[in-house]
């Protein structure tokens, strides 16, 4: 393989002589006809060097005469080129201004040059650029000097001084742009957005970076700089825990990679593929230097991918697998590198020879020699065999002592911090706890001051394990360390789904904390580090984009269009749903940079929680630890705590929980087809049975979230917030049996995301209601879906009671119930001013892995969450009568459940855009029941806060209902959630 990899500037000289020692005719025309382009060119170059440089002609022939046939050929090679002036008087003279640096920035491109080297270079570059182009290519000048800061940031890169880096780098990026070298460009932001990611430093800077640069690059050829950049969108995204997004950048760095004639699939040895792409590669190889960076780029890219692989499969045989993948990928990595690096010392040594090089090799500063290396290699590799074993010697610990010396510490930092570890696990297998600490801490502060996140947490959690059970306050300290960390870089995370799954791997240390505060009762400690658990305050939207015909919004607009056409596929609907999800995502990191307050949770304590809740006021929170322990809390207005801590089988409240909702997820339209599946069972035996053991379960949940231990803080209170926790979001409390009845009738209950929703102040500036509703949908793209006349009748009788109170309305009926009306400048003005906004419509929550997927279905056109998001709104209530409005999606972005527990669907959308108060449905309504409800509601609504509205709503409903009727199925699906007081 090393021949092929040959530069053609070596392989021109090797001919040279050759020709020398048998300067026939025959000979030149056989080297000449088998050379293609590339090669041809370097043969002419270095033959006119040898016919007009004498010293040239010793360096390439020594002893040897040249001939005249020299000069023959060396006419023929330029009438083939074309290029009279080829090489010119001499080579000094065509290089004069920029000659001085190419053997300087040859180092470079070899990662041989020190750092100090490279300032000088570059800063040299600067100084003299104007006087370099009076005699050179503004490009060549500029593309010199865009390269030179690239390398110098990679050098600072590799020392782990990431400012330093971050510096080079963006300096690199402004002088490729001023000089519109796109290419340049490209890359030095692929890198840039790279060492942003490292270590999770700033996942917002890279993807700002590397977003809008991927996207304009989909209409280019295939790349390296292509699939480094998306191999970076992987990676990061995989930082949030963005399963959904991680897969699919990942499978465009394949694809990419497969394009670029390197495929390797997981059947396939790593050395027979590799074997596969030489073999697919030209006979004559034009760019070497290139084909030997795709070789050598496309098995780390592959071998980044087995790392993610490994890390999202976390234990067990895929992981293994990925892992021996991965280590494979590497061997043969450094097989080729090995050769390459064989064949370019051969090369430079020529180049060097004839004067193309001044320098021979330089080592980098503060770097390990390759024997130092090896050894390092060999002691680790024996102290791990023994702590595999269990028995560690005191000869190898102390050997490895010995190995943490200065030179390793300054050259090798990520190198001493496995050392360390190594050292700590070992002294703690020893039941050494004392003597391993110094090495958790030394590795602890290596890890932070590179902003290594993942080592920071890795390091504590191996302290963890070797901690002593009894040591609780060290346990404490640790975990509160941890989660200081974790806080900080999840400020840095700006999409808020992202933010919230960016958790999917680190909540065991929130756990140990919660319960560490449970049996210590320190409950501010609890308060505090359970709402890092919960949902953050939503993030309002900018006012720049409210309203106005921005360049974001036109481009939403026009892939919403083609969403809602009726002629793509279903493979073009996920890809247009995903290109949307990207582009609002893109835009919002551009904006939320300048947003950083609203990120971090306010402080909660007791003392607030107290101060904010009436003396009939109670407040229940709600936090897993674990499948199968929770903590429950209650506290009221009148300083009253109580707490508990409950153990449950998962299944056995999975169960229970999806008891409630007895629908399952049904299709969209559903509210007008009744409620038959409810009793589908033959014979009225079958129905009564069913809701016997329905009772049964509901009472025996109710038992567990509602334990002895809290009751005492409910006694004496009449109004009641409910904080739930990642399953319980899709648990109707208020139909819970409470004594002879429901919990609704003794409490006026509402929900909230989190508690620092209690924080929220309260809107009072809406005037006046607004009313959508339509019955029928045959006229719009979105045909088939059932009728709703109980939705028009609402409309209307809703009109009718506001006009005669004489507050302001203004509805949107059937005709005008239009996505372009809503969203025109008179629908949206009246939207804005509402302080009450009814929709009574079909809607569809979040369909599947897009967030902001939630959609109201109009008479033509549909809104989603990205629309009402948008939407600034001055709403006190906004009423969703529509099957599943209410509903919080339980898992996104490829997990089960949100760690973060953050809102989703119309609850985010609408929080966004201003409102305080939401009233949904968790499953689907009976379009006549709905339309009862909806009426009573705002009756009792101009005499009380919504809360106990609806509680009023239910006890009348309850009341008059036929005994067929008066199950929770009918009435239990709406919810009110709040984010922020009620207003007064």
């Not at 809360?947 to 008059?960: H, I, S």
């Amino acid at each position: 393989m090393r021949k092929r990899f040959e530069l053609p500037i070596a392989w021109a000289v090797r001919c040279v002589r050759q020709l020398a020692k048998q300067p026939d005719p025959d000979h030149w025309r056989q080297i000449w006809e088998s050379a293609g382009h590339e090669k041809r060119r370097q043969l002419a170059m270095v033959l006119g060097m040898l016919v007009l440089d004498a010293t040239m002609q010793e360096k390439l022939l020594g002893g040897e005469a040249r001939t005249a046939s020299f000069e023959d050929w060396f006419q023929e090679a330029r009438a083939y080129l074309d290029k009279p002036a080829l090489v010119g008087a001499t080579p000094a003279t065509t290089t004069a201004a920029l000659g001085k640096f190419y053997d300087q920035f040859s180092l470079i491109l070899q990662g041989k040059a020190t750092s100090e080297e490279l300032r000088v270079f570059t800063k040299t570059l600067d100084e003299e650029k104007e006087e370099l182009m009076k005699a050179n290519p503004p490009a060549e000048v500029n593309g010199l000097r865009a390269d030179g800061w690239h390398h110098l940031g990679l050098a600072f890169t590799r020392q782990e001084d990431q400012q330093a880096a971050i510096g080079a780098l963006k300096e690199a990026i402004n002088i490729a742009d001023a000089a519109a070298l796109a290419e340049h460009a490209a890359l030095s932001r692929a890198t840039l957005a790279q060492v942003y990611l490292r270590g999770t430093r700033d996942i917002d800077g890279a993807l700002r970076l590397a977003l809008p640069l991927w996207e304009e690059s989909q209409a280019l050829p295939p790349s390296l700089t292509l699939a480094d950049l998306t191999m970076t969108l992987a990676e990061t995204y995989q930082q949030t825990g963005d399963q959904v997004e991680a897969r699919y950048f990942e499978g465009a760095v394949r694809e990419l990679l497969r394009k670029l004639h390197c495929p390797l699939d997981r059947e396939t040895p790593v050395s027979e593929a590799l074997a596969d792409w030489v073999a697919l590669l030209p006979a004559e190889d034009p760019k070497p230097n290139f084909t030997m960076k795709l070789l050598k780029s496309a098995l780390v890219l592959y071998a980044r991918l087995a790392r993610l692989e490994e890390s999202r499969a976390g234990e067990g045989s895929a992981a293994k697998f990925w892992g021996s993948r991965f280590r494979e990928i590497t061997e043969v990595e450094n097989q080729v590198t090995q050769v390459l690096y064989e064949q370019s010392f051969r090369d430079n040594a020529i180049m060097q020879e004839i004067g193309f090089l001044d320098h021979g090799p330089v080592e980098p500063e503060d770097s390990l020699s390759q024997a130092e290396m090896m050894g390092l290699q060999e002691l680790t590799e024996g102290f791990r065999t023994q702590l595999d074993a269990g028995v560690i010697g005191d000869e190898v610990v102390k050997a490895m002592e010995l190995a943490l010396h200065p030179p390793v510490l300054r050259a090798t930092p990520l190198l001493a911090m496995s050392l360390q570890w190594l050292l700590a696990e070992g002294h703690g297998e020893r039941g050494e706890y004392e003597a391993a600490v110094p090495y958790f801490e030394r590795a602890l502060a290596t890890a932070v001051s590179l902003e290594r996140l993942d080592d920071a947490l890795y390091t504590i959690s191996l302290q963890l394990g070797y901690l002593p059970a009894t040591a609780f306050p060290a346990r404490r300290e640790l975990c509160t360390r941890a989660i200081t960390l974790i806080e900080a870089a999840r400020e840095r995370v700006g999409t808020p789904y992202q933010q919230s799954v960016f958790l999917h791997d680190k909540t065991h240390f929130y756990s140990l904390l919660l319960l560490d505060a449970f049996k210590t009762e320190n409950w501010n400690l609890l308060l505090q580090t359970g709402s890092y658990l919960k949902a953050r305050f939503p993030l309002p939207l900018p006012e720049t984009a409210a309203g106005t015909a921005t360049d974001f919004n036109l481009r939403l607009q026009a892939i919403q269009e083609q969403i809602n056409g009726t002629e793509s596929t279903a493979g073009e609907q996920a890809e247009l749903r995903r290109l949307r999800q990207r582009l609002f995502d893109n835009w919002l990191l551009n904006q939320v940079q300048h947003q950083d307050a609203r990120r971090t949770p306010p402080g909660i304590s007791t003392e607030m929680l107290f101060g904010k809740l009436a003396a009939h006021e109670v407040l229940l929170s709600y936090y897993q630890l674990s499948e199968e322990v929770w903590l429950v809390l209650a506290l009221n207005g009148r300083g009253e705590l109580r707490a508990a801590r409950q153990i449950a089988p998962a299944e056995w409240l999975n169960d229970r929980v999806a008891e409630t909702n007895v629908f399952g997820r049904q299709p969209v339209g559903y509210r007008a087809r009744g409620m038959e599946p409810y009793g589908g069972f033959t014979g009225r035996r079958s129905l009564i049975d069913r809701a016997a053991r329905r009772q049964r379960r509901r009472e025996e949940l109710a038992n567990w979230l509602l334990p002895q231990e809290v009751l005492p803080v409910l006694e004496g209170s009449t109004r009641l917030y409910i904080c739930p926790h990642r399953l319980l979001h899709q648990l109707a409390f208020h139909a819970l049996p409470w004594r002879t009845g429901f919990l609704i009738e003794a409490f006026a209950v509402s929900y909230l995301p989190s508690l620092a929703s209690l924080q929220g102040p309260p809107h009072t500036g809406g005037k006046g209601v607004v009313l959508v509703g339509t019955q029928d949908y045959s006229d719009g793209p979105d045909r088939g879906l059932s009728s709703l006349p109980g939705a028009a009748a609402e409309i209307a009788g809703l009109t009718k009671f506001y006009q005669d109170l004489g507050v302001p309305v203004h509805a949107f009926p059937e005709a005008e119930a239009r996505r372009e009306t809503l969203l025109s400048r008179t629908g949206s003005a009246a939207i804005a001013e509402a302080a009450i906004i009814h929709l009574a419509l079909h809607a569809e929550d979040v369909p599947g892995e897009a967030p902001m997927d939630a959609r109201l279905f109009l008479q033509r056109g549909t809104l989603d969450g990205f629309d009402i998001a948008q939407w600034r709104l001055r709403a006190d209530l906004v009423i969703l009568s529509a099957c599943y409005a209410g509903l919080r999606p339980a898992g996104s972005r490829g997990h089960a459940t949100l760690p973060g527990d953050d809102l989703f669907g119309f609850q985010a959308a609408f929080f966004a855009a201003g409102a305080r108060q939401l009233l949904g449905a968790l499953w689907p309504v009976e379009d006549t029941v709905g339309q009862q409800l909806m009426l009573k509601f705002h009756a009792h609504l101009r005499g009380a806060e919504a809360a106990v509205a609806w509680q009023r709503t239910v006890l009348d409903y309850l009341q008059a209902a036929p005994e067929d009727k008066r199950q929770p199925l009918y009435w239990a699906p709406f919810f009110l959630v709040e984010e922020g007081r009620h207003a007064k």
